[in-house]
Nanobody
């Protein structure tokens, strides 16, 4: 069973940076990609970005492109979300998720494994 554990959330001011980590364990070799989603209060969970374990493919939401970057470590057990130039509207609970589909989907239903989430709060 694939397990995902996020860490690195916290409170920052607008314009600052934060890096989230997603530690993967279990049958991670059965998955193709790991993605990041976020959910603000009263809103639906939305796609932020994702990367394939091979690192050959990545995809980002338009709202974060150029500010956020996803990478993974060489051991292919941890995926990072580097968030720069943070804005108050980036405030949300951030989740990592893994998919076994052979491409990078952007909808939540396409991801089979989920972490518990980590809170990111950006003050103005």
């Amino acid at each position: 069973q694939v397990q995902l554990v996020e860490s690195g959330g916290g409170l920052v001011q607008a314009g600052e940076s934060l890096r989230l980590s997603c530690a993967a364990s279990g049958g991670i070799s059965s998955t193709y990609a790991v993605g990041w989603f976020r959910q603000a209060p009263g809103k639906e969970r939305e796609f932020v970005g994702a990367i394939s374990w091979s690192s050959f493919t990545s995809r980002y939401a338009g709202s974060v492109k150029g500010r956020f970057a996803i990478s993974r470590d060489n051991a292919k057990t941890t995926v990072y979300l580097q968030m720069n130039s943070l804005k108050p509207e980036d405030t949300a609970v951030y989740y990592c998720a893994a998919t076994s589909l052979p491409y990078i989907p952007t909808i939540t239903a396409a991801y089979q494994y989920w972490g518990q989430g980590t809170q990111v709060t950006v003050s103005s």
